[in-house]
T-cell receptor, first 112, second 110 residues
Framework: EAQVTQNPRYLITVTGKKLTVTCSQNMNHEYMSWYRQDPGLGLRQIYYSMNVEVTDKGDVPEGYKVSRKEKRNFPLILESPSPNQTSLYFC???????????FGEGSRLTVL | GQQVMQIPQYQHVQEGEDFTTYCNSSTTLSNIQWYKQRPGGHPVFLIQLVKSGEVKKQKRLTFQFGEAKKNSSLHITATQTTDVGTYFCAGPPGAQKLVFGQGTRLTINP
């Protein structure tokens, strides 16, 4: 089954404790992206990747890092989480950068 | 910067009433996509429009792409409780990536 898998789905952590949200897709998609969703603000792009070893900042990259060492994986790293990073995070992938996006089920992160 | 604006932000209707959400871009879009996110769920692709003036239908849903390829609309006829959710438009103002509208959250009174 074609899917985008994110883990963890839910996480409560404390300020400053590094965490990684993993994202994996099994569709051989070139393009992958991370979004955060906050009430009233829609989906805002954090980082995206056009291909292996090619990543770029989205609209709200501050406080986040990503890597794309393999085509299928695109982890989101919060080196020192802060409460303003409490949000619902979605990973998505598509065949190319402006194609239909397939979303993961989301990761709800709370930073205390 | 390049933006995709969507209105209204919220819409509450009685079951059976029609619903429309509008999407506008400051620049010409090569395509427009629509997504639906059910409460507690993730966005799911509905459709993509590519041609100027294009109209596509999916049962009670009608999607339009403007002649200038700067605006789009989604119209739902005779809403049902299964239509509840947030509807997003997304377009690539430049060549790099999709930009999402803020979404329209639809609630329905049964």
């Amino acid at each position: 089954e074609a899917q985008v898998t994110q883990n963890p789905r839910y996480l409560i952590t404390v300020t400053g404790k590094k965490l990684t949200v993993t994202c994996s897709q099994n569709m051989n998609h070139e393009y992958m992206s991370w979004y955060r969703q906050d009430p009233g603000l829609g989906l805002r792009q954090i980082y995206y990747s056009m291909n292996v070893e090619v990543t770029d900042k989205g609209d709200v990259p501050e406080g986040y890092k990503v890597s794309r060492k393999e085509k299928r994986n695109f982890p989101l790293i919060l080196e020192s989480p802060s409460p303003n990073q409490t949000s619902l995070y979605f990973c998505a992938s598509s065949l190319f950068n402006t194609g239909e996006l397939f979303f993961g089920e989301g990761s709800r992160l709370t930073v205390l | 910067g390049q933006q995709v604006m969507q209105i209204p932000q919220y819409q509450h209707v009685q079951e059976g009433e029609d619903f429309t959400t509008y999407c506008n871009s400051s620049t010409t879009l090569s395509n427009i996509q629509w997504y639906k996110q059910r409460p507690g769920g993730h966005p799911v692709f509905l459709i993509q429009l590519v041609k100027s003036g294009e109209v596509k239908k999916q049962k009670r849903l009608t999607f339009q792409f403007g002649e200038a390829k700067k605006n789009s609309s989604l119209h739902i006829t005779a809403t049902q409780t299964t239509d509840v959710g947030t509807y997003f438009c997304a377009g690539p103002p430049g060549a790099q990536k999709l930009v999402f509208g803020q979404g329209t959250r639809l609630t329905i009174n049964p």
